[in-house]
């Protein structure tokens, strides 16, 4: 017994001089390479001070529109200047024709039109039917969206406040005519963001795709630059022992990245910093299995940078962050979560930053990653020791 637990003890003490020298060589080969350091670290921070510093207008201001008023009333005049003086717009140009309204919208010299008919006026002071025409520029979703429904909005108050004088002057009493000018009130109420602003909405979702970038070319490049080192024996720990290493990097970075949007871009913070700091951990393991997978497959550090880069802007779109996933053909969404964890963690990741949501709310998605990981890191370490075998790879280099 006394030999038994001799051995289990000496065994033990080998294990943990083994882990300490295996941390101990990815802590040296890391700092060997600063560069990599300064991606995982400095990367997510500076683009997110690009970004944050594009979208610095939480919205819109100032939409350029030009002008045709073939009515030139004094109801036509109040409407231009209902719009003159809205902030969301500026009349930069007014047409004297239907053919140079057209030919200044097509130039791009503005981004919306407004045409006012002849005798507009005339008509509606004969209860007869007119309309106010706007004409948008919808090549620029963002610049088409914002014009119309604040254009439309204008154009309804002012129709409504055109029919509650009208009624008033038929005889009608002032309560009369709005009740009637207004047969119902539509309320609403805008959750978590009111003014709808680009910032809040897109930062975080940039941040978390920040961290799938930073991880997937730098531990990608790490693992071809030591991948005999990783091939030849204990993968699995030494690969484990690297993404720890990689993660205390670029988890603290994004963490200081969504202070920098919360104190410089004034994103509100409402969650649970705990459960975001559990979902970017189990985040990193999930997209280190195509890390390696990549790494693996290619072997060659400028291909896998090309790769990673060209995969970011489709992981991004088809991730269900600007698109919802329950929007998409009903088989997509499953093969693309089978095949990239970043659906499980970038909508999730910004609502409990943004929006609050508690751990309950976003379990699901963590139970997902851990699960991709259970399923890919396999495929990743038995890739990785089949591509970097010392054997292998000597025998590839033959001439």
């Known amino acids: 017994m006394k030999k038994a637990g001799c051995s289990l003890l000496w065994k033990a003490g080998a294990v943990k001089v083994r882990l300490y020298n295996m941390i101990k060589t990815e802590l040296k080969s890391l700092t060997r390479q600063p560069f990599t350091m300064f991606i995982l670290f400095g990367g997510p921070i500076l683009l997110t001070l690009l970004f944050g510093g594009v979208y610095v207008h939480n919205y819109l201001e100032d939409i350029p529109m030009a002008v045709l008023d073939e009515d030139n009333s004094s109801m036509s005049r109040a409407i231009i200047q209902y719009f003159d003086e809205n902030e969301r717009f500026y009349i930069k140009y007014y047409c004297t024709s239907e053919e140079e309204l057209k030919k200044i919208i097509d130039s791009r010299k503005v981004y919306m039109g407004l045409y006012i008919p002849r005798d507009f006026s005339k008509d509606i002071n004969e209860l007869k039917s007119s309309s106010v025409l706007i004409l948008v520029d919808g090549t620029n979703m963002v610049i088409g969206n914002n014009a119309y429904a604040s254009a439309a909005n204008i154009v309804q108050t002012l129709a409504a406040g055109a029919q509650i004088k009208l009624l008033e002057a038929k005889g009608m009493l002032p309560r009369q005519a709005e009740n009637m000018a207004m047969v119902f009130r539509f309320n609403d109420r805008i959750l978590y963001d009111p003014r709808l602003t680009y910032m809040n909405y897109l930062i975080l979702g940039f941040v978390a795709v920040f961290l799938q970038q930073v991880m997937v070319s730098s531990l990608g490049v790490s693992v071809i630059d ?124 910004a609502d409990v930053i943004f929006k609050g949501v508690p751990f309950e709310a976003v379990s699901k998605n963590i139970a997902g990653m851990l699960l991709y990981t259970f399923c890919w890191m396999p495929v990743a370490v038995l890739l990785l020791k089949k591509r970097f075998n010392r054997n292998d790879s000597l025998d590839s280099r033959a001439p």
């Open 226 to 349: 030591n991948g005999e080192y990783l091939a030849d024996e204990f993968t699995l720990p030494k690969l484990i022992i690297k993404i720890v290493t990689f993660a205390l990097f670029c988890v603290p970075s994004i963490f200081i990245s969504t202070g920098i949007a919360h104190t410089i871009f004034r994103v509100p913070l409402r969650g649970n910093l705990l459960t975001a700091l559990l979902m970017c951990t189990v985040f990193v393991f999930a997209i280190s299995c195509p890390s390696v997978v990549l790494a693996a497959a290619v072997r060659d550090k400028l291909k896998l940078y090309q790769l990673s880069f060209m995969l970011s802007l489709p992981t991004f779109v088809s991730s269900g962050y600007v698109w919802p996933m329950d929007q998409m053909p009903p088989a997509l969404p499953v093969v693309i979560k089978a095949l990239w964890p970043l659906a499980f963690f970038h909508k999730p990741f």
